[in-house]
Nanobody, 120 residues
């Protein structure tokens, strides 16, 4: 399974960016797709995610600013980031939980990360 993340860049405080993550390869079903982020010297932290058939969930620090959407037919996960703050600067990673066949097991895969920098 390959995860291709895109959409990072440099934006001024208050601006917006949209990240996309596309999963491809040997996929029978995806049960969960999420975005995480990490800054140097810090633990990777969960940002937002969608479990199949359920509503999106968000970390408190992005609620009201970020919107996560998932296209089950295309195996994609997008993160619309609005009202960006300097503290949102990080490398953003997508993570998926995948069944590669009907009998399992469930595997987790990470994307390569995309840099988001919020700076004036």
């Amino acid at each position: 399974v390959q995860l291709q993340a895109s959409g990072g860049g440099v934006v001024e405080p208050g601006g917006s960016l949209r990240l996309s993550c596309a999963a491809s390869g040997s996929i029978f079903s995806i049960t969960h797709m999420s975005w995480f982020r990490q800054t140097p010297g810090e633990e990777r932290e969960w940002v937002a995610g969608i479990e199949t058939g359920r509503s999106p969930n968000y970390a408190d620090f992005v609620k009201g600013r970020f919107i996560v959407t998932r296209d089950n037919a295309k195996n994609t996960l997008d993160l619309q980031m609005n009202s960006l703050r300097p503290e949102d600067t990080a490398v953003y990673y997508c993570k998926v939980y995948v069944f590669q066949d009907a009998r399992g097991p469930q595997w987790t895969f990470w994307g390569q990360g995309t840099q988001v920098t919020v700076s004036s």
